[in-house]
């Protein structure tokens, strides 16, 4: 029996992986190594629009943990979302995070776990830095098909591989 | 006959040291040091804003009163600075957002009659500070081109704590009014943005505005945005960088059969922010 039960949740960890995982949009974002001036970690927002402009799902938010005054600085997410419910944004901010490469991912749902419907979105990478810089990074896609891109490094980013399977 | 004379010199320096009305006077301006704050409602967000007139914008040059600037809050009540300092070129006032949304900072400068008069050997007009029927009793024999306007304008701008709201653009029916379709939060460089005009109420067109991005100091044209409202009084245009900008709108009307004044002259001043992308 003690050993029973890692081996079934084990199997059934295998059999339930390949369902939550079989349409993805997956974000590899490299915030780089930066030397030059006074560096903090930026605050970074990685989310998903409609092909009207109307937020579909945060992917991830990094921001410093003690309040809220700078959260206005990651423009166009405060603007889209981050402005509407401060308890919704604690709940999903997690600290900033040093240079390095970290992979997201889009289950292709909303916010509300909702899946989204066949359409055109716009995935969009902001990533601020106080004392430092702003970039603001776009692509738009299509779920009907798959796609593999790798958007340019920027002064605040590296080279970002964006990829979808159905 | 003298003491006339006396009298009608007096007021027109008085008006001169006033900032005048007229339609060449100094722009104004309520600047916040910030138009869109976050933090936790908790902790509330104190803003800090100049109240001053000046004919580069935003560059401070005349203070003007802003103990009595009014605040509507996000519930649409009425409120006041906690404190504020008037300076030899500027006042300025403090103010904390307690709660979420959208507050307007408004100066009313009450509708006022101004009139202005030539006398023989002098182009320049001598002004007043009151009505065409009184101007008339006190200029002198033999004054002529006698004019009178009734001058109202509003300086105002927004400024929002986290999520915007509506409540505090509610129109008082009062003269002209500016009602932001656009939210003031949500105007954006390379984005339309739609503003209605009000007379007591009712959209109206033929409303002049021009708007202006800061720093004009710093270039060599203006390059103001020049617009009437419709029919519908409605203005849109789009910002084409982020930054501050000042909006200017006037509506003249004639008066008739009105012995006070022969036109009545409506200015609105409202600042705002397009941001980035």
Redesign the interface.
């Known amino acids: 029996m003690n050993i029973k039960t890692p081996l079934v949740s084990a199997i059934f960890l295998c059999s339930t992986l390949p369902i939550y995982a079989q349409s993805n949009l997956s974000v590899s974002l490299t915030l780089p190594e930066i030397t030059s001036g006074q560096y903090h970690r930026p605050y970074t927002a990685v989310w998903i629009e409609d092909n009207k402009g109307k937020h579909v799902k945060t992917l991830a938010l990094w921001s410093e943990p003690k ?6 600085d990651i ?2 997410w ?2 889209k979302i ?5 308890n919704w944004v604690d709940g999903i901010s997690s600290a900033t995070r040093p240079a390095g490469t970290y992979d997201l991912k889009w289950d292709l749902t909303t916010e509300d776990k909702q899946k989204v419907k066949q359409s055109d979105y716009k995935v969009f990478i902001e990533v601020v830095r106080e004392h430092g810089g ?1 970039n ?1 990074l776009k692509h738009s896609f299509s779920l009907k098909k798959d796609f593999k891109t790798t958007l340019n490094p920027t002064a605040e980013t590296g080279p970002i591989n964006i990829q979808f399977n159905k | 006959m003298k003491t006339k004379q006396v009298f009608a010199i007096a007021s027109s320096l008085i008006v001169s040291s006033f900032i005048s009305h007229a339609a060449n006077a100094h722009d104004r301006w309520i600047l916040p040091n910030e138009f869109n704050a976050s933090a936790d409602s908790s902790k509330g967000v104190w803003i800090t804003s100049d109240v001053t007139a000046g004919n580069q914008v935003f560059v401070f040059d005349k203070p003007f009163g802003s103990e009595d600037i009014e605040i509507i809050t996000p519930k649409g009540n009425k409120e006041y600075p906690s404190s504020s300092y008037r300076g030899g070129r500027k006042s300025v006032f403090d103010y904390q957002l307690l709660q979420s949304g959208t507050y307007r900072f408004q100066k009313e400068v009450a509708a006022k009659y101004y009139s202005k008069y030539k006398v023989k050997g002098s182009d320049k007009p001598v002004r007043t500070r009151t009505d065409k029927l009184a101007t008339e009793s006190m200029m002198p024999q033999g004054a002529y081109d006698l004019e009178g306007a009734l001058y109202f304008s509003r300086v105002e701008t927004y400024v929002t704590l986290n999520k915007p709201n509506n409540t505090a653009f509610k129109p008082t029916g009062e003269y002209l009014e500016l009602l932001p379709v656009t939210h003031p939060a949500d105007i954006i460089e390379n984005n339309e943005t739609e503003f209605k005009f009000l007379f007591k109420g009712k959209p109206i067109n033929n409303v002049e505005v021009s708007v202006v991005r800061e720093g004009t100091l710093y270039r060599n044209s203006i390059e103001a945005i020049e617009l009437k409202s419709d029919k519908k009084g409605i203005i849109t245009f789009t910002p084409p960088k982020a930054g501050r900008y000042l909006l200017h709108a006037t509506y003249e009307k004639e008066l008739k059969n009105n012995k006070l004044a022969d036109k009545m002259v409506n200015a609105i001043f409202l600042t705002f922010e397009a941001g980035l992308e």
């Open positions: 309040g809220q005054k700078w959260l206005k423009r166009r405060w603007r981050g402005r509407t419910d401060a702003r603001l």
